[in-house]
């Protein structure tokens, strides 16, 4: 069987001076330092047998993205399926004690952390994640691929071939920012799950949506 790795790649650094959960929204950009994480993360590439690189249709993880396909002369392809998950407070600060979680009308939504009732459910992510996955794969069979997503989605699709409960808790993610979570196949078959912070760490708490 030909291995093949595909590397999820959770996008930089963003500027967000008003601090809101920006989700899908247009308009949010790679700060300095994000810009700066994804050139580290195309050097830390540099000598990968890379020949697929695909990215989430958000600008950030198109910006991270581009440095590593123009380091590997490829053209940059989009996956709808990459893109960050759906939420209701999208727009809105969400910090524990101030902005739409302090409004009762917002209580509602989050009466069920497990689906989650707030936004887009897990096994939804988890199922669209694995289908850009494995295209990701076929397209770079025997070889390797990056996938350039963003923090809940990969960490979401971890948790799911690990076998493990798909609710977490937020602050314990292993996902900082434009790091690479390696998936390893032989064939279709999922071997081994790699993890490296080749821009350092980043605390959990930064979303960075």
Known sequence: MSRTTVHLLRHGEVHNPTGVLYGRL????????GERQALTVAEHLSGNDIVHVVASPLERAQQTAL????SHRLDLATDE?????????????VSVGDGAL???????HLRDPF???????????AHRMLGAVHRARAA?????????????????IRRYLEGKRLWHNPTRRECSLASLTSLVFDGEQLVGIRYTEPAGSSDPKNTGA
Do not use: M
């Open 115 to 125: 689906t989650p009732s707030w936004g887009e459910p897990y096994l939804e992510i």
């Open 26 to 33: 247009p308009g949010y950009r790679l700060s300095k330092t």
């Open 81 to 93: 399926r990459l893109i960050e998950s759906r939420n209701i407070f999208e727009g809105r600060k």
């Open 140 to 156: 770079a069979e025997g070889r390797e691929a990056v996938c350039v997503s963003h923090q809940l989605p990969v960490w979401t």
């Open 102 to 108: 302090r409004s009762p009308r917002n209580w509602p």
């Open 67 to 70: 440095p590593i396909a123009d």
